[in-house]
């Protein structure tokens, strides 16, 4: 199984052409290689994303989730999508990633733009405005890519500056497209998860008490809701040789999607999957893909979630749907709330 889609004269065309600003961009991203480049790229950005480098910062986090809760307040019909979860992955990685946090609505912007070449489709509106952001979003991660090489700091762009792996070092043109893929990497998944999850929560009272009772639930239970509503229902592959799936054969240069939101929801893997329990046992979900392309930020984005459900509990002692109607985003793959209204109250 290939992930090099940039490779494929089809998928390019459809985005802009091989020498678009976002074809070009992708060619680069740790995603969507195979082999010793992926391992390249992978190995050198590795390092930030350890277990070690995220217990370290989470005090940073829970500072920022605090502020972003503080400014969102309380009270009644709050978008929690708007108010809380948009704004938390974006301002986590503006911070450690060495760029100005006032500039964190920009930022999202251009990755809600970039969120759309890994549709399994994409129109003419999304390739425009894909392409425009590939390009303005590049252009400022280069400025502030030279103000980090004369002047480096504890931060993202100046370690992937000089981060070496078997004695070779990232290109700018690496640097930068990888850049855009953190963000918007970590900008879908921890989105979705904190809405995608709350969701759940609130639908089933008895697990929202449950976690109330027992904070400790917590960890068990980002899991569980990952497993429950994925925020990335599915991944693409082009087969590079035949594979036996079913008793079908699957020919080579074929394009596969793997389905990891039915996956999660397998009744061969998980008992009664349908149900949510934040203290299911063994609960291993495919909502960051695994293998080789494991989501490099996974233990970064799982550790904004805890942190945003944790206090989200701890400050309001009742959390509710302000209606029954919640509003999807449109994408295929990328399952996620546009709003999320809720009432807060303390």
């Known amino acids: 199984m290939s992930s090099e889609y940039p490779q494929d004269p089809g998928w390019a065309e459809q985005r802009g052409g091989r020498d678009s600003p976002i074809v070009r961009a992708t060619r680069s991203w740790m995603l969507m290689r195979d082999g010793d480049g992926h391992r390249r790229l992978r190995g050198l950005a590795n390092p930030l994303f350890t277990a070690r480098a995220i217990q370290e910062t989470a005090p940073r986090i829970a500072g920022i989730v605090h502020r972003i809760m503080d400014d969102m307040g309380e009270g009644r019909d709050i978008d929690l999508i708007g108010s809380l979860a948009a704004l938390v992955p974006v301002t986590v990685f503006c911070g450690l990633g060495g760029l100005p946090v006032e500039d ?9 733009a970039l969120g759309h070449v890994i549709d399994p489709a994409v129109d003419e509106t999304a390739r425009r405005t894909m392409n ?3 390009e303005e979003f590049g252009a400022y991660i280069s400025g502030h890519l030279e103000k980090r090489r004369a002047d480096p700091q504890n931060d993202i762009l100046s370690r992937l500056l000089l ?12 640097i930068i497209a ?3 893929m953190f963000f918007l990497g970590g900008h879908e998944t921890t989105v979705n998860l904190i809405g995608n999850g709350m969701l759940a929560l609130l639908r089933h009272p008895d697990q929202l008490r449950a976690l109330r009772e027992d904070p ?5 239970g980002i899991d569980e809701l990952l497993r429950y509503d994925a925020p990335i229902q599915l991944v693409a592959r082009i087969t590079t040789g035949e594979i036996e799936v079913g008793g079908s054969t699957i020919p080579v240069g074929s394009k596969v999607m793997i389905l990891l939101g039915a996956a999660n929801r397998d009744p061969l893997r998980y008992p009664d999957p349908d149900r949510l329990d934040l203290g299911r046992p063994d609960v291993r979900p495919l909502s960051f893909g695994g293998g080789p392309h ?4 996974a233990l970064l984005a799982k550790t904004e979630a805890r942190l945003v459900f944790t206090e989200l509990l701890r400050r309001h002692r009742d959390i509710r749907l302000s209606g029954e109607d919640v509003v999807w985003r449109p994408q295929v ?3 996620g709330l546009s709003e999320l209204r809720v009432d807060l109250l303390s």
């Open 104 to 112: 964190r609505d920009l930022c999202r912007k251009w990755t809600d």
């Open 132 to 134: 425009d952001a590939a």
């Open 163 to 174: 981060a070496e792996f078997d004695g070779e070092k990232l290109s700018d043109e690496e």
């Open 178 to 180: 990888n850049v855009m």
């Open 216 to 220: 400790g639930l917590i960890e068990n």
């Open 294 to 297: 494991y989501c490099i930020g």
């Open 333 to 335: 793959n990328i399952r």
